[in-house]
């Protein structure tokens, strides 16, 4: 009876896989598991480059120029009124110019390009000058790629942009280009040499006026100085007049010399002076 209870102890607690085996458990169960997972991955990766493959060409079919008017190099007769440019896919006006420049530096393209299609027209305008043009192109294709290129033509004659080819009319000659100065002759170089002999003579004319009026300004002048002069010498003669009597000790008003009768300190006269003895006395 022990028996019997450690066997069905032993049992509890002994796992069952260790009892009985599973089947696909084994190492040929481990093989099929493993050769199925690698051949999803490989299929996996097969269709991922497949798509791979083919998006490749249409990633990389961006537009290209196929065709110009003018054409790349070409010399025409007039510059057109338009460059036109043909692409083998329709382009977008989003980030799409052209720009043409004349042989004297102007740039001659007027406006926004003009798209159709696969066709992209860009409009000139002005004067279109005779000589090289150089046409820069950006275009953006339908997918958002961006291409850009440039080309050149020439012109032979000059026109203007809307008159449909007809050349420029030469410009009329102005009055003074009608008549243009002639070239000295010898009898005229001869003249005008002999003309500058006239200049002194001419000269000379204001010379003789000027001495014409000197005396009639030099008159007033010379008698208002003698009058100034004979003014001062009458004046001096004057002073001097004045003065004369006082400078020859003469008797002046009031004084005089002691007469008969009279006595003084001064010289003896007819008369007895006092403390004469010889006169009678008083």
């Known amino acids: 009876m022990l028996d019997d ?11 069952p896989s260790l009892h009985a085996r599973t089947e696909g458990r084994g190492p040929r169960g481990l093989r099929r598991a493993a050769g199925s997972t690698l051949g999803r991955v490989v299929a996996v990766v097969g269709v991922v480059g497949a798509l791979a493959l083919l998006g490749a060409p249409a990633a990389q079919a961006h537009n290209t120029l196929r065709a110009s008017d003018p054409a ?21 006006a989003i980030g799409t110019e052209v720009v043409v420049t004349a042989a004297d530096g102007r740039v001659v393209s007027a406006g926004a390009a003009e798209l159709v299609d696969a066709t992209v027209a860009q409009p000139l305008a002005g004067e279109l000058p005779a000589g090289a043009y150089a046409v820069a192109w950006r275009v953006t294709s339908a997918d958002g790629h961006p291409i850009e290129g440039t080309l050149g033509f020439t012109a032979t004659a000059s026109t203007v942009a809307g008159t449909g080819g007809a050349a420029v009319p030469a410009p009329e000659p ?7 100065s002639p070239s000295p002759s010898p009898g005229a170089s001869e003249s005008a040499s002999s003309a500058p002999t006239a200049d002194p003579t001419a000269s000379a004319v204001p010379d003789a006026d000027d001495s014409a009026d ?6 007033p002048l010379l008698i208002g100085i003698g009058a100034v002069l004979v003014i001062a010498g009458g004046v001096a ?46």
């Open 72 to 92: 790349d190099g070409a010399t025409v007769a007039f510059a057109p009124d338009r460059v036109t440019l043909t692409f083998d896919m329709p382009a977008t």
């Open 5 to 15: 209870m450690l066997r069905t102890a032993a049992r509890r607690v002994t796992p």
């Open 214 to 219: 000197e005396p009639a300004v030099a008159g």
């Open 237 to 282: 003669a004057w002073y001097l007049l004045r003065r004369r009597p006082d400078d020859a000790g003469g008797p002046r008003a009031g004084t005089g010399a002691p007469g008969p009768g009279t006595s003084g300190t001064g010289t003896p006269g007819t008369g007895t002076s006092e403390g004469d003895p010889a006169g009678p006395t008083a």
């Open 174 to 180: 102005t009055a003074d280009d009608a008549s243009p």
